[in-house]
């Protein structure tokens, strides 16, 4: 099969990166020039659960919700051969590959995990740029003088992440971010591809115009309308031809792409937007009953991820999907920031009942936006406000949590509930983060 049929699908969608391995791109090339390296977990989510269920090693598994309009979050390379992808129906997934161990997300201990991984880059350089809780790229310029260059040292970060970690990662090296990514997605699993400055063209130009990044499922079919397959059709095509099919902004930023040229820098600390998590019903919904304890349940989650990660947010934001697929948001900004339930899940619910839809609802949820470093903001609290009560309240129940599972605790009002949603560590299903999403792993 050739480099550029042989596409590497990871995540739900292709990457168009060919599978062959070229000794060119070896762990041996030239690396002087490639001080960007972009570091990918493999298959991040099973990983970890496989990590501390050693007995699922080698086996076909697969972290998501389980219920009827259940998604795959994430698979284990065992089950990607069955086909099975991230963002791929649960139903589907079963069904190619029904022997798989399906398990419920657990996004605190993916957030731990992401910690620690992210440490050892930290350790290496401090120019790291979170992209999402499995990846990130790293400038290693100035790292080159004690630790060599940039290819021995993606080596030394993929053997501490196995060693210290017990799970793996792909690196790309490269002299620029897109190319470095492309590298990564080519090195999976488990491996490392360097792209030397000189070979950045031959590396590029075989591949589909969809390597690039903005080139969705549209975009491929308007280039290939035009005759343009590749990245090396799209480097020769007139710009202007470009700009009659894609605008303005599109042609200048794919020719600049398929030239080779991403003059963007790496930004270390890339500060997470939101958090926040969202609920798909098993069947659509109209008791505003069902969506308060989906919203209390939602509300909880999110403000557990939030003091888990230390942060705090002064934008709550309530999602709704009705049962034709149209989707509202509606948001409301604090007078100060919050990481509670109480709070966060008051605001929802105002939000909801102002918005009050008379359709069916087949999805909420809950994102908290304007993050802020919760121990250095201020809360301002007025004379007999009972919220900080509330937050010890809420804390002490992290820690009984933390030492006999989420299971252990929650909100009373959720007791008795009937069990019609499919919210993100619930027992028997999982939901989708809202932070911005990862890219593939």
């Known amino acids: 099969m050739s480099g550029v049929g042989a596409s590497l699908r990871v995540m739900g969608r292709s990457q168009a990166v060919p599978r062959e391995r070229d000794p060119r791109f070896g762990p041996h090339a030239d690396d002087s020039a490639c001080g960007i390296l972009h570091v990918d977990m493999d298959a991040f989510y099973a990983s970890v659960e496989i990590r501390r269920r050693p007995e699922l090693r080698g086996r076909a598994v697969v972290v998501g919700g389980v219920g009827p309009r259940g998604v795959v979050c994430s698979a284990s390379y065992e089950a990607r051969r069955y086909g099975v992808r991230s963002a791929m129906p649960m139903m589907r997934a079963r069904s190619l590959c029904p022997h798989a161990v399906v398990l419920p997300p657990d996004f605190p201990a993916y957030t731990a995990a992401s910690r620690a991984v992210m440490q050892i880059f930290r350790d290496v350089t401090p120019l790291v740029e979170p992209l999402s809780l499995d990846e990130a790229f790293l400038d290693v310029t100035g790292a080159r003088r004690l630790l060599g260059p940039p290819a021995t040292i993606a080596a030394h970060i993929r053997r501490r992440v196995q060693q210290e970690q017990a799970i793996t990662c792909s690196v790309g090296v490269a002299p620029t971010k897109f190319v470095a990514k492309l590298g990564s997605t080519r090195a999976k699993p488990d491996g490392m591809l360097v792209v030397p400055a000189g070979l950045v063209l031959d590396f590029l130009h075989p591949l589909p115009v969809e390597a690039l990044w903005g080139v969705g499922e549209k975009a491929a079919a308007t280039l290939r309308r035009l005759g343009l397959t590749t990245v090396a059709d799209l480097a020769a095509a007139p710009v202007s031809m470009l700009r009659g099919a894609l605008g303005e902004a599109a042609a200048a930023h794919l020719s600049a792409l398929a030239a080779g040229h991403d003059p963007r820098t790496v930004t270390p600390d890339h500060a997470e937007k939101s958090i926040g998590a ?6 659509d919904v109209t008791d505003p009953a069902d969506i308060r304890r989906a919203l209390l349940e939602l509300s909880d989650k999110v403000a557990v991820r939030l003091r888990s ?18 989707t509202v948001n509606r948001s409301r900004t604090l007078t100060g920031v919050t990481d509670t339930a109480r709070e966060i899940l008051g605001t929802a619910w105002s939000l909801f009942t102002t918005l009050r839809p008379a359709e069916p609802i087949r999805l909420v949820g809950v994102r908290v936006e304007g993050l802020a470093d919760a121990a250095s903001t201020a809360r301002q609290l007025t004379l007999g406000e009972p919220e900080h009560g509330w937050r010890e309240a809420e804390a002490a129940t992290d820690a009984v949590a933390a030492r006999f599972g989420r299971s252990a605790v929650g909100p009373a009002s959720l007791l008795g509930a009937t069990n019609r949603r499919r919210p993100e560590n619930h027992p028997r299903s999982a939901s989708v983060p809202l932070s911005d999403p990862p890219s593939p792993s």
């Open 309 to 326: 990660a230390g942060h705090a947010g002064r934008t709550v934001t309530l999602k709704i999907r009705l049962a034709d697929f149209r």
């Open 278 to 283: 969202e609920v798909t019903f098993d069947t």
